[in-house]
């Protein structure tokens, strides 16, 4: 069974700096994975996918990196800004499967 | 705004009672998903339907099911709840039947309390 885990569950990180967030899945066999943000309560908006072919895919300040063998994606937020603060999940899609598997998410504040 | 929409934003219930989810997936999109998120837990997968059958369904009782509709709508249906199932409940639509391939449109969500 697909299993997705995200590090760190928390981060608090003052405004303009760069950051880093970790996802690992224990299933190589993936179709694409994908990052969400969360704001509290509400629902899931879809920030990037990255098809099991691709190693990275950009939008904006956000960067996501996909290593398919390693079981291994990171997203890159460059240049943090108050207004990304929210959760961030990542999900996997995996072969023959109807469905997303998610992690539990990171919850991230950046402080002005 | 992904065109996704949820009735009701919220929703109180006593255990052992039955409630219905409503979702309106976007205009021509076939695929519903749902997923039952716990609080700082990340969404599991409830069930999925394509074109009014399901179509893939998680580990989820009997308890839980489902109905789409030929004009893009959906249900949820819990009966006889339990605490447990106190979470928010996510619908997610997408054009095809392929979940690996489309990329799935979330709605903001149903928050369910079971008192």
């Known amino acids: 069974k697909q299993e997705v885990t995200q590090i760190p569950a928390a981060l608090s990180v003052p405004e303009g700096e760069n950051l880093v967030l970790n996802c690992s899945f224990t299933?190589?066999?993936?179709?694409?994975l994908q990052w969400f943000r969360q704001d509290p309560g509400k629902g899931l908006t879809s920030l990037l996918l990255?098809?099991?072919?691709?190693r990275e895919q950009t939008s904006g300040r956000l960067n996501a990196s996909l290593d398919k063998s390693s079981g291994r994606s990171t997203l890159y937020i460059a240049a943090s800004q108050p207004g990304d603060s929210a959760t961030y999940l990542c999900a996997v899609s995996g072969t023959g499967a109807n469905n997303l598997f998610f992690g539990t998410g990171t919850r991230l504040t950046v402080i002005p | 705004e992904t065109g996704v929409t949820q009735s009701p934003t919220h929703l109180i219930k006593t255990r052992g009672q039955q409630v219905t989810l409503r979702c309106s997936s976007q205009s021509g999109h076939n695929t519903v998903s749902w997923y039952q998120q716990a609080l700082g837990q990340g969404p599991q997968f409830i069930f999925q339907?394509?074109?009014?059958?399901?179509?893939g369904r998680g580990n989820f009782p009997p308890r839980f099911s489902g109905l789409q509709f030929p004009n893009y709508s959906s249900e949820l249906n819990v009966n006889a709840l339990e605490l447990d199932d106190s979470a928010l409940y996510l619908c997610?639509?997408?054009?095809?039947?392929?979940?690996?391939?489309?990329?799935?449109?979330f709605g903001p969500g149903t928050r369910l309390t079971v008192l």
């Open positions: 339907y394509y074109r009014e059958e399901e179509n």
């Open positions: 990255i098809q099991s072919s691709q």
């Open positions: 299933d190589s066999a993936i179709y694409n």
């Open positions: 997610a639509s997408s054009l095809g039947r392929q979940v690996s391939t489309d990329t799935q449109y």
